[in-house]
């Protein structure tokens, strides 16, 4: 489009073609943004081949999450630099839950198996990345609701640190625990979009892993009351260590270490639900218009801000912040790690159902059973990202990508990004050894 042999305008009516023909089973877009998204391509059209060649997103369909508009200081960047929003994405209500569904707009499904969960809260953006309906989505994450169903449907994402991506999301960012972030295939789209996003555009190319970078591999259940509280399947440890491998084949040294976890059990109840809290109140949303379920989690979150929750201060929660945040540290120091690389999830995504209908146990169990890893980035703070490594198969049979998440220290993006492009490119490698050995 650069070049001006294809049109932002045609790249529109393809994506629209897509999703006409996938989205009524997948159930990705609440909305499809017409009228914007025709003005945007024909924006890009009417520009000259210098002006295009200048736009690093020429004509690139884009897919935004409900919980941001088109003029959110996070979505502005992407379409001055010419990117095309084409609709809007489902999420679970007040953005709660690890699946994404609705009374309002239904069930969003996954495309590599239509039964289950395309994870949440950013499922729709998700679903229509790996569905190829879009190439690039943008969503949230303020438990893991981007690496969530990033895993989920087999994609790439990252959750920036605070600060490095501008973004006005409910709740004063959910209580400063949310960060907005890009959707992609690869990682090179995902490091594209974030520099555009933070308006950082050394953040695009992505080098070599920094020399001397030492990752600590952690594969244990993060979610403990004395014992392993949510079991950690095989296929998800076994993909955490075929990243640790491919990384070793690099030169890169990888220390098996245990990753802690919150000395108070409450930690990451407190904040979530404090968080959901906090997002209700700054949408006006009254108890009586939430499911049974989000209304349960509300009312619990109210009982707990009040107590400090979500808030500054000394309060219990922010200690058990703070003592969380010490401990990672220290853990680190002792084995000399810089980043940590764990599995992204636990098991397969829950089944593709009317989650919202359930009662509030049976769907906080379900998301905390296969994602119990993702929490600890953003109490802490810290930048996250989950790249595809490895595969499994669904209880129906499907073909699953199976992914691990990397967590490294505030203003570590470059590196986050280095080591996920490199267990891309070592995986991808692997991967057509094995094809080419088979002799297909």
């Keep these: 489009m650069r070049s001006g042999a294809a049109t932002a305008t045609e790249s529109l009516d393809a994506a629209l073609g897509r999703i ?14 017409g009228a914007d998204g025709r003005a945007a391509a024909a924006a890009v059209d009417a520009r000259d081949a210098t002006e295009r060649s200048g736009l690093s997103l020429a004509g690139v369909p884009l897919a935004v999450k409900s ?69 690039l989505a943008v969503g949230d994450d303020g438990m893991g609701s981007l690496r969530i169903p990033a895993a989920a449907c087999g994609i790439v994402t990252i959750k920036p640190g605070p600060g490095v ?33 933070a308006g950082r555009p050394e953040l695009a190319s992505v080098g070599p892993v920094p020399g001397g970078t030492r990752v600590g591999l952690s594969t244990i259940s993060p979610i403990r009351l004395g014992r392993d509280l949510v079991r950690v399947r095989e296929p998800w440890t076994r993909a955490a260590r075929e990243a640790a491998a491919l990384l070793r084949a690099r030169d890169l040294v990888v220390v098996e270490t245990p990753l802690p976890s919150p000395r108070d059990p409450v930690l990451y109840l407190a904040r979530w639900t404090s968080a959901v809290a906090r997002a209700a109140e700054d949408e006006n949303l009254p108890l009586s218009a939430m499911e049974r379920r989000t209304r349960h989690h509300a009312l619990l979150g109210r009982t707990v801000f ?135």
């Design 306 to 440: 009040r107590h400090g929750g979500a808030d500054d201060g000394d309060t219990r929660w922010n200690r058990a912040t703070e003592a969380l945040r010490t401990e990672v540290e220290r853990a680190m120091d002792a084995a000399g790690v810089d980043v940590w690389l764990t599995p992204a999830l636990a098991d397969v995504p829950p089944e593709a159902t009317e989650w919202h209908r359930r009662s509030w146990g049976r769907s906080l169990w379900a998301s905390m059973r296969f994602s119990p890893f993702t929490p600890l980035a953003n109490v802490l703070g810290w930048p996250a990202m989950s790249v595809p490594c490895g595969r499994t198969v669904t209880p129906a049979g499907r073909d699953l990508p199976t992914s691990v998440q990397l967590i490294g220290r505030p203003g570590s993006e470059t590196t986050l990004l280095a080591l996920a492009s490199a267990i891309e490119q070592a995986g991808a490698i692997d991967q057509a050894g094995a094809i080419d050995q088979a002799g297909t």
């Design 165 to 197: 991506v501008p973004t006005r999301l409910a709740g004063d960012n959910w209580g400063r625990l949310a960060e907005s972030g890009p959707l992609a295939r690869t990682v090179g789209d995902v490091a594209l979009a974030l520099s555009v996003m």
């Design 67 to 135: 919980t941001v508009s088109l003029d959110n200081p996070v979505i502005a960047p992407l379409l001055a630099a010419g990117a095309v929003p084409v609709g809007i994405t489902a999420a679970p209500q007040l953005c709660t839950w690890g699946m994404t569904d609705s009374e309002e707009h239904g069930i969003t499904r996954n495309p590599h198996d239509e039964a289950l969960s395309a994870g949440g809260s950013s499922g729709g953006s998700a679903a229509a990345v790996a569905s190829g309906m879009v190439p």
């Design 20 to 33: 006409a023909h996938l989205d009524p089973a997948l159930r990705a877009f609440t909305t499809l943004l």
